[in-house]
């Protein structure tokens, strides 16, 4: 989510004033999917996001993929066996926001709040709220559950959070190419990730905003808030929610600046992303490149489910539209036998 700061700096805001060689994916029965390492243009042409250019050729290596984003069944299971409370969840440190007063300072995320009118959609904390107690358990806050959205992603999900999953699940997080790539689902120089159309044959295909945001969703594709996770058809790979429902996490620091080294280079491969990060817009405070957009997005505002465009979350910053996936490196090989036809070169 692009909340634009820390959790609790978040809240204290509110208070004090905001062409390659494509081949066939190989699903794996763990819910992985091969994706063939192959080269792509890696970037955002015509859409308006100058972070998301120039474009530039980037080779990728092969990887395994999780088909979908964890899901909140998926999650419990991982709780319930490591004991793991997530950031949301946690008392925060006075020592890591001496500005803000300690009575402030209570466990909690950022939940998308409906307001009845916006001056302008410069300001987000007018729609996000720092609401004590909602956490992945209770998305809208205490007083809410995941009861009924068992396979609807898991949200409320800061940065370390996400990579503690993927760690005990012997994974990692996707790095932002592999995520653009995997999107892309072997489709070249597209809008989305299924196709250059927003709604193909009439039809919603991933979760985003439809009406006025932020004051009326009218929830055409179905859903106001998340959607199960594969609800909306995969892509040509067979990854689902690659685009819309939830942002998620990748391993890259974020830079506005990434594309313009990447592409100073030539080409790049197997990219990781720069060595710290830096967001002009928001100075000091550490973020990672979150993709996909989530069902908070529309054309009036944000857009970032455009397959080739980008986000940033502060690391220890998560709301209710926040989620993740994991990836595998392939040499570390799943269950799944390849067969040798499919191999990737
Ligand atoms: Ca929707």
């Known amino acids: 989510m692009n909340l634009g700061a820390g959790r609790v700096m978040s809240f204290h805001r509110l208070m004090f004033s905001a062409c390659l060689l494509y081949a066939a994916p190989v699903i794996a029965a763990s819910n992985l999917v091969l994706i063939p390492g192959g080269r792509f243009e890696m970037g955002c042409k015509g859409c308006n996001i100058e972070d998301a250019l120039p474009l530039h050729q980037v080779d990728l290596s092969s990887f395994w993929m999780d088909a979908t984003p964890v899901t909140?069944?998926?999650?419990?299971?991982?709780v319930r066996r490591t004991n793991y409370v997530t950031v949301s969840e946690r008392q925060p440190d006075p020592r890591d926001y001496p500005s803000v007063p300690r009575e402030y300072?209570?466990?909690?995320s950022a939940v998308f709040k409906r307001p009845e009118s916006v001056a302008s959609l410069r300001d987000p904390l007018v729609w996000w709220k720092y609401v004590e107690g909602a956490s992945w358990r209770h998305?809208?806050?205490?007083?809410?559950?995941?009861?009924?959205r068992e396979n609807h992603p898991v949200v409320h999900i800061a940065y370390p959070d996400a990579r503690a999953y993927c760690k005990q699940a012997g994974m990692r997080l996707p790095t932002e190419a592999e995520?653009?790539?995997?999107?892309?689902?072997?489709?070249?120089?597209?809008?989305?990730?299924?196709?250059?159309?927003?709604?193909?044959?009439?039809?919603w295909v991933a979760n985003i905003w439809q009406g006025?945001?932020?004051?009326?969703?009218?929830?055409?594709d179905g859903y106001s808030g998340t959607s199960p996770v594969t609800v909306f058809p995969p892509n040509g790979y067979g990854l689902y929610d690659m685009a819309g429902n939830v942002w998620q996490w990748t391993s890259d620091w974020y830079r506005?600046?990434?594309?313009?080294?990447?592409?100073?280079?030539?080409?790049?491969?197997?990219?990781v992303?720069?060595?710290?990060?830096?967001?002009?817009?928001?100075?000091?405070?550490?973020k990672r490149v979150q993709r996909g957009g989530s069902f908070l997005c529309s054309d009036r505002y944000c857009s970032?489910?455009?397959?080739?465009?980008?986000?940033?979350?502060?690391?220890?910053?998560?709301?209710?539209?926040?989620?993740f996936r994991c990836a595998r490196s392939l040499r570390a090989n799943p269950t799944t036998k390849v067969p040798n036809s499919r191999r990737p070169t």
Request: hydrophobic content about 30%; proline content about 9%.
């Open 72 to 78: 909140n069944v998926a999650f419990d299971r991982f």
């Open 105 to 108: 300072l209570v466990p909690g």
């Open 139 to 148: 998305p809208e806050g205490l007083g809410s559950s995941i009861t009924g």
């Open 179 to 203: 995520f653009e790539f995997a999107a892309r689902g072997g489709l070249a120089g597209k809008k989305y990730s299924w196709g250059d159309t927003l709604r193909p044959n009439g039809k």
């Open 212 to 220: 006025h945001f932020p004051m009326k969703n009218s929830a055409q």
């Open 256 to 271: 506005p600046d990434t594309y313009q080294s990447d592409a100073a280079m030539g080409r790049v491969r197997d990219p």
């Open 273 to 286: 992303g720069p060595a710290t990060s830096q967001d002009p817009g928001d100075v000091g405070v550490p």
């Open 304 to 323: 970032r489910y455009l397959v080739g465009s980008r986000g940033k979350g502060a690391v220890d910053s998560a709301g209710s539209n926040t989620g």
